[in-house]
């Protein structure tokens, strides 16, 4: 079964149109994290909750924001998409920030055209 | 700045050769280092090193932490084409840093 969900697998979003990637979770872990990877790149963290605690990477441009609504939930918002996010967004989590091992989402292809 | 650094970025070799992949890393809150295997999908896991010089194995592959040098290898023996992939090594503090990955290829 499904630990870390990622609705869609796929997603086509128009130039500057807001664009919601979802991502939950069966695990009860406290830690969600966002990554974005573009092609032929590594991950790279956007941002973490820890419960309710949001943790911005410094260089996360402020387009990217994000809401955990409850333990379960997490979304990625991109309020004005541009050609440059077109990417893999990849969900994870884990119980605890140190000693546990995160559990990745499928992830989300974004396509902006 | 933290940071992982992984070797060679690209590699080819036929199969049944044997290969080894390099990592190391500069993390100021180091816990742990993580190896993953990336096709065309989420990264899938593999390893995960926290003690220098003890060796983790599965089936063909093997890695080894040297916290002393801050490094770490993934050895993969009698290749297969099954194993062509991007070999991901993260370093985890509170967080997950990722090096760019080796893209491996894997002839028949």
């Known amino acids: 079964d499904a630990m870390v969900i990622q609705n869609p697998r796929y997603q086509v979003t128009q130039f500057g149109k807001p664009v919601t990637l979802s991502c939950s979770q069966t695990?009860?872990?406290?830690?969600m994290y966002w990554y974005q990877q573009k092609s032929s790149q590594a991950p790279k963290l956007l941002f973490h909750?820890?419960?309710?605690?949001?943790?911005n990477e410094a260089d996360t441009p402020d387009n990217f924001q994000s809401r955990r609504p409850n333990t379960s939930f997490c979304f990625l918002d991109i309020r004005s998409p541009g050609l440059g996010d077109a990417a893999m967004y990849l969900c994870?989590?884990?119980?605890?920030?140190?000693?546990?091992?995160?559990?990745f989402g499928p992830g989300t292809r974004l396509t902006v055209t | 700045e933290d940071k992982v650094v992984q070797s060679p970025l690209s590699l080819v070799v036929h199969e049944g050769d044997t290969v080894t992949l390099n990592c190391s890393y500069e993390v100021t809150n180091f816990r742990s280092l993580l190896w993953y295997k990336q096709e065309k999908k989420a990264p899938t896991f593999l390893f995960m090193l926290?003690?220098?010089?003890i060796e983790k194995k599965s089936g063909r592959l093997s890695s080894i932490l040297d916290k002393k040098e801050l490094f770490s290898i993934l050895n993969i023996t009698a290749t297969q084409t099954g194993d062509s992939a991007v070999y991901l090594c993260?370093?985890?503090?509170?967080?997950?840093?990722f090096g760019k990955g080796t893209r491996l290829h894997i002839l028949p």
């Open positions: 909750y820890y419960d309710k605690d949001f943790n």
């Open positions: 926290t003690s220098s010089g």
């Open positions: 993260a370093a985890k503090d509170d967080k997950i840093i």
């Open positions: 994870a989590t884990s119980r605890e920030l140190s000693g546990s091992l995160p559990d």
């Open positions: 695990l009860n872990h406290n830690v």
